[in-house]
């Protein structure tokens, strides 16, 4: 399974991104999709989940200013970033849990994508 994210960048504080992360490969579906961070010198942390059903949980540092959503048809996962200010700063990582056709469930990691927010 592979994950590739996008949207990523340079923004002022205050200002909005909008990450997707979309899955490939030989899968059933898509259960859990997740996005973390990791900012320099912090251990990495989770940020928002989405269940299959569109069930949401976010981290509190981001409650009421990230949105995360999917796109079941398209294997796609978004993160909506609003009022970004300089401590989102990090490099952001997508996760997914694919149910395979032998049973088993995998997770999968994308390769990361930067997230500055500075003047």
């Known amino acids: 399974v592979q994950l590739v994210e996008s949207g990523g960048g340079l923004v002022q504080p205050g200002g909005s991104l909008r990450l997707s992360c979309a899955a490939s490969g030989n899968f059933v579906s898509i259960t859990a999709m997740r996005w973390y961070r990791q900012a320099p010198g912090k251990q990495r942390e989770l940020v928002a989940v989405i269940t299959s059903g569109g069930s949401t949980n976010y981290a509190t540092s981001v409650k009421g200013r990230f949105t995360i959503s999917r796109d079941n048809a398209k294997n796609t996962v978004y993160l909506q970033m609003n009022s970004l200010n300089p401590e989102d700063t990090a490099v952001y990582y997508c996760?997914?849990?694919?149910?395979?056709?032998?049973?088993?469930?995998?997770?999968?990691w994308g390769q990361g994508i930067q997230v500055t927010v500075s003047s």
């Open positions: 996760n997914a849990d694919a149910a395979l056709y032998d049973y088993s469930t995998l997770a999968s």
